[in-house]
């Protein structure tokens, strides 16, 4: 049983909402070890996500906390979750012929640093089933055409439910999702894109740039919604390019780019530090 914990919390934006929260969390024998909020003005919500550890672990019971908390956060309206600090989130990764987001992201997970726990591999080739095998993880070949995109996608999603997944990283998984597919993993799924988006749509986006001479290129996590490429964006990061660079230069430092991008995006999910306000994200890190 952890004797660290998470509280996020999303309400109407009131006085004494944290100070009640806080308190609280003293009341019931909790130590707060870091707080983060955000007052959202256009909204008129304020979020919140406190990490507390019980000071004694023995006499510390979470299923009273949460009743009792559950009861007292009626009065203010009141969106909340606490989850143990060290809870991994079940998840399925899905790619198609590119690996170098499904590496970065197996070698954090394996060393500890994303807390996820990853259940299968799901993809529509064979090229990544070395990768997968290397880490001892299943993996689903799930062909794809237009005539089959709706038997394949029940396939994928039957691998979701049968793993128990509740995250789904798309790692350059080059298939557009059915708006159904999408809505049935709504705020549940990461994709990565490079962010040329929508000035360098369809095929080879970095030679599209090399050819009107960029000077930034980047790429954008977000959560996958049935608008294409336009969910709420997680995390983004850019950096300077220059004439002398060819497209393949510029392919191979976009993989970085898009690499930590969505490492990143995907640790701030798992670790509860994202919260939605209408069709944004706020980060609480």
Not at 43 to 57: K, Q, T, Y
Request: hydrophobic residues 40%; proline residues 4%; glycine residues 6%.
């Amino acid at each position: 049983m952890s004797s660290s914990w998470i509280l996020l919390f999303s309400c109407p934006d009131v006085a004494g909402v944290q100070a009640f929260v806080a308190n609280f969390v003293f009341e019931q024998g909790g130590f707060i070890d870091e707080v983060k909020a955000h007052s959202d003005a256009e909204s008129g919500l304020f979020v919140s996500r406190i990490e507390f550890h019980a000071e004694n672990a023995e006499t510390f019971n979470i299923a009273k906390v949460r009743k009792a908390f559950a009861s007292e956060a009626k009065k203010f309206g009141m969106d909340w979750s606490i989850t143990p600090t060290n809870e991994k989130v079940p998840t399925v990764i899905a790619v198609s012929k590119s690996g170098h987001c499904l590496n970065d992201l197996l070698h954090r997970w394996k060393i500890g640093a994303l807390p996820i726990d990853i259940r299968a591999i799901v993809s529509n080739h064979q090229d990544m089933r070395a990768m997968a095998d290397f880490y001892g993880l299943p993996y689903h070949h799930i062909p794809i055409s237009k005539e089959t995109k709706m038997e394949s996608e029940a396939a994928f999603l039957n691998v979701i439910q049968e793993t128990g997944a509740e995250l789904t990283i798309l790692a350059r998984y080059m298939q557009v999702l059915s708006d159904g597919f999408a809505a049935k993993l709504s705020r549940k799924c990461i994709n990565i894109h490079h962010s040329f988006l929508p000035s360098f749509k369809g095929a080879k986006p970095y030679h599209q740039a090399y050819q009107r001479g960029v000077k930034l290129i980047g790429a954008t996590a977000h959560y996958v919604t049935s608008d294409l490429d336009e969910g709420p964006i997680i995390e983004q990061d850019v950096e300077r390019v220059n004439h002398s660079q060819t497209p393949a230069q510029l392919v191979e430092q976009g993989r970085d780019i898009e690499a930590r991008v969505l490492s990143r995006a995907v640790k701030w999910h798992a670790m509860r530090r994202v919260v939605m306000i209408g069709s944004r994200t706020v980060v609480l890190q």
